[in-house]
């Protein structure tokens, strides 16, 4: 059953949640009845403005052991840059998915009230939008719940969550830390901006650049890294960059070197001009995270 609903996931639909009928599994010798056409449900849930599909999959207890082992595997691979596609929407969507979650699993009080419906709507659209901004749009979700409530909320599950705090940090601050973000519609307003006479970049929530203005960008523009997929963020501070870098068998001008962000990770990054691929020059660490010399950048 699980391959079959990888197996699903995989062709863009949700991941789907059943079981098996008690009354078939126990008579063995009773053969497997597909469901009649109209008895499947194609709606899996509705909420805010998004439906949610599921599909049926003609022929897939036809294919082999290794087939649906790849279709896991596929999946699971793509599940892998999951939070890597949420950071890179909005630098704060991490810390907020895993505040909500904790929520979502842990909070022991009523749950068919308006404002707890209000919030799990709030929480599918953040699923489904990978982040806080809707995903055609770009604007910031506006919450259906007051912020009273999301402390409340956040306070009662404490018993047994585990929330996303930096070093020193506790609930009431974090929650301090997210009030404005998700309540103030002033902040952060747009993932993207696109209008006329803004700048551009410090005007959008997208998480590519800290510290940069549009100007900046365009100044300092390095071909093959802005707009690159493989580089969270680009941080220009070419002040950091040593005066020479080992690159194979050249040494690199520092105005060729970018400190570049990736998920944790952080590194001066060597470029050059074709779009090749080029060696890491020196490694930063970060916590107890490193990236290894001699992995590559596109």
Same mark, same amino acid.
């Given at each position: !059953? @699980?391959?079959?609903?990888?197996?699903?996931?995989?062709?863009?639909?949700? *991941?789907?949640?059943?079981?098996?009928?008690?009354?078939?599994?126990? #008579?063995?010798? +009773?053969?497997?009845?597909?469901?009649?056409?109209?008895?499947?449900?194609? =709606? #899996?849930?509705?909420?805010?403005?998004?439906?949610?599909?599921?599909?049926?999959? %003609?022929?897939?207890?036809?294919?082999?052991?290794?087939?649906?082992?790849?279709?896991?595997?596929? &999946?699971? #691979?793509?599940?892998?840059?999951?939070?890597? !596609?949420?950071?890179?929407?909005?630098?704060?969507?991490?810390?907020?998915?895993?505040? *909500?979650?904790?929520?979502?699993?842990? /909070?022991?009080?009523?749950?068919?009230?308006?404002?707890?419906?209000?919030? !799990? &709507? /709030?929480?599918?659209?953040?699923?489904?939008?990978?982040?806080?901004?809707?995903?055609?749009?770009?604007?910031?979700?506006?919450?259906?719940?007051?912020?009273? /409530?999301?402390?409340?909320?956040?306070?009662?599950?404490? #018993?047994?969550?585990?929330?996303?705090?930096?070093?020193?940090?506790?609930?009431?601050?974090?929650?301090?830390?997210?009030? %404005?973000? *998700?309540?103030?519609?002033?902040?952060?307003?747009?993932? &993207?901006?696109?209008?006329?006479?803004?700048?551009?970049? &410090?005007?959008?929530?997208?998480?590519? /650049?800290?510290?940069?203005?549009?100007?900046?960008?365009? +100044? =300092?523009?390095?071909?093959?890294?802005?707009?690159?997929?493989?580089?969270?963020?680009?941080?220009?501070? *070419?002040?950091?960059?040593?005066? @020479?870098?080992?690159?194979?068998?050249?040494?690199?001008?520092?105005?060729?070197?970018?400190?570049? =962000?990736?998920?944790?990770?952080?590194?001066?990054?060597?470029?050059?001009?074709?779009?090749?691929?080029? %060696?890491?020059?020196?490694?930063?660490?970060?916590?107890? @995270?490193?990236?290894?010399?001699?992995?590559?950048?596109?």
């Amino acid at each position: !059953m @699980r391959l079959r609903l990888l197996a699903s996931a995989l062709l863009g639909t949700s *991941l789907l949640h059943g079981c098996g009928n008690s009354e078939t599994e126990s #008579a063995p010798l +009773a053969a497997p009845q597909a469901p009649a056409e109209s008895e499947f449900l194609v =709606e #899996a849930d509705r909420f805010a403005d998004v439906r949610v599909l599921r599909y049926q999959i %003609p022929g897939w207890e036809s294919l082999s052991l290794q087939q649906k082992k790849l279709a896991y595997f596929l &999946t699971e #691979a793509g599940h892998s840059g999951r939070d890597i !596609m949420w950071d890179q929407n909005y630098r704060h969507n991490l810390r907020i998915r895993r505040t *909500l979650e904790e929520i979502v699993r842990h /909070y022991p009080g009523d749950r068919t009230t308006a404002d707890w419906n209000a919030f !799990m &709507t /709030y929480v599918k659209q953040v699923w489904f939008a990978n982040g806080i901004h809707h995903h055609y749009s770009g604007d910031k979700f506006t919450p259906g719940f007051s912020s009273d /409530y999301f402390r409340t909320l956040a306070r009662e599950s404490a #018993a047994n969550a585990t929330w996303p705090l930096d070093e020193g940090q506790n609930l009431d601050q974090l929650l301090n830390l997210l009030d %404005p973000i *998700l309540f103030d519609p002033a902040v952060d307003a747009r993932k &993207t901006e696109t209008a006329a006479g803004v700048d551009k970049v &410090t005007s959008s929530a997208v998480n590519f /650049y800290s510290g940069v203005t549009e100007a900046d960008v365009v +100044a =300092e523009r390095h071909d093959g890294l802005v707009g690159s997929a493989h580089a969270k963020r680009v941080v220009v501070d *070419l002040d950091e960059a040593v005066d @020479r870098v080992d690159a194979g068998d050249r040494v690199v001008d520092p105005r060729d070197v970018v400190r570049v =962000e990736i998920g944790e990770v952080a590194a001066l990054v060597v470029l050059n001009q074709q779009l090749e691929r080029v %060696p890491l020059g020196v490694v930063l660490g970060h916590g107890d @995270r490193l990236l290894e010399p001699g992995h590559d950048v596109f």
